[in-house]
C-alpha cells in the first residue's frame, strides 16, 4: 500500500475524516460528533479505534491535513499531527489554500470553504456554485478563472429543527428521511417536514439564481455535507451531490504543499 493521508474535517457538529492513498483512492471514510477533548491522547484512542474497523493502522499514516472551523479544537489536532506522525501537519486558512481570493477580508472565511471552492475547481474547471449543507448552509461560488468570489451563508437544516422544537410548546422533532408527497401538509408532522424539506429547497433555488446572475454565469451547482440527500433531490438547481469534495480537496492541498501531483 502507498503512503496514507488522514484528511480532517472539523465541522461544527461533526467532525469527518478520510484515509487516502496519495494518488486519490480513499481506503476508510468515518465521522463522529465534534466534543470538546483535554487532550491530543484522547483523540488518539479515537481515530485509533476507527481506523481499526478498516484494518488500518494508526502509524501507517505519514501525514495530516485539516480545516478546522472549531479554533478550540484545531491545536489539539495539531499537536497530535506533530507528536504522533511522521510529518508536519497542513492547515487549511487563506494562507494555505492555492485559490485566488477576491474577499474585503480573506482571513474571515471559513477553511472548508476555501477548500471546497479549490477542490471544485480543480475537479471541474468551470464556474461553480458549491452548497455545504451542514450546520450551516454555505453558498461558495468560483469563477470562470477559477477565483473564489465570496457567496451566502443561512441556518442549517437541522438547526432551524432545534429552534422550532426548542421555541415552540408543541412542535416535535421530526425524521425528514421520508419527505412527504405533497407541499401542502394535512397534519403537524407532514406540515413540518414540507416547511423544512421543501421550504430549504426553495431557499437554495433563490440564492443559486441569484448568485448565478451576479457573478453572471452559468455555474455547476455542486451539493456536498451531511445533509445534503435530504435536499438536493428536491432542487432544480442542483446538478450533482459531491460527498467528499471537502475531504478531496484536503488531499490535494497536502498534495500541492508536497508536490506530489
Request: a negative charge; aromatic letters at 8%; one cysteine or more.
Amino acid at each position: 500500500m502507498s503512503e496514507l493521508i488522514l484528511t480532517v474535517d472539523v465541522g461544527n457538529t461533526s467532525t469527518t475524516c478520510g484515509v487516502w492513498e496519495v494518488e486519490g483512492t480513499l481506503t476508510a471514510l468515518f465521522s463522529f460528533k465534534t466534543t470538546q477533548v483535554v487532550s491530543c491522547e484522547e483523540l488518539l484512542i479515537k481515530l485509533k479505534d476507527l481506523l481499526s474497523l478498516y484494518n488500518l493502522s494508526f502509524y501507517s499514516i505519514k501525514g495530516l491535513s485539516i480545516a478546522c472551523v472549531v479554533p478550540p479544537l484545531e491545536d489539539f489536532w495539531i499537536e497530535l499531527g506533530r507528536r504522533w506522525l511522521t510529518r508536519e501537519v497542513i492547515i487549511a486558512n487563506h494562507e494555505t489554500v492555492p485559490i485566488e481570493i477576491d474577499l474585503l477580508y480573506p482571513g474571515e472565511v471559513g477553511a472548508d470553504r476555501l477548500v471546497n471552492a479549490f477542490a471544485g475547481w480543480k475537479k471541474y474547471r468551470k464556474p461553480l456554485i458549491i452548497v455545504d449543507f451542514g450546520t450551516a448552509i454555505t453558498f461558495d461560488c468560483v469563477s470562470e478563472r477559477g477565483v473564489y468570489l465570496g457567496g451566502a451563508i443561512a441556518p442549517g437544516l437541522f438547526l432551524s429543527m432545534e429552534a422550532l422544537y426548542r421555541g415552540t410548546a408543541k412542535l416535535p422533532k421530526v425524521d425528514l428521511s421520508n419527505p412527504p408527497k405533497l407541499a401542502l401538509g394535512k397534519d403537524t408532522i407532514s406540515a413540518l417536514k414540507s416547511g423544512l424539506i421543501y421550504g430549504f429547497a426553495g431557499l437554495t433555488d433563490a440564492l443559486v439564481e441569484r448568485l448565478s446572475k451576479e457573478i453572471a454565469s452559468e455555474p455547476l451547482v455542486l451539493a456536498t455535507g451531511g445533509l445534503a440527500t435530504y435536499i438536493a433531490p428536491h432542487s432544480r438547481t442542483i446538478s450533482k451531490i459531491d460527498p467528499t469534495i471537502t475531504l478531496e480537496g484536503l488531499l490535494y492541498l497536502w498534495n500541492h504543499h508536497h508536490q506530489l501531483l
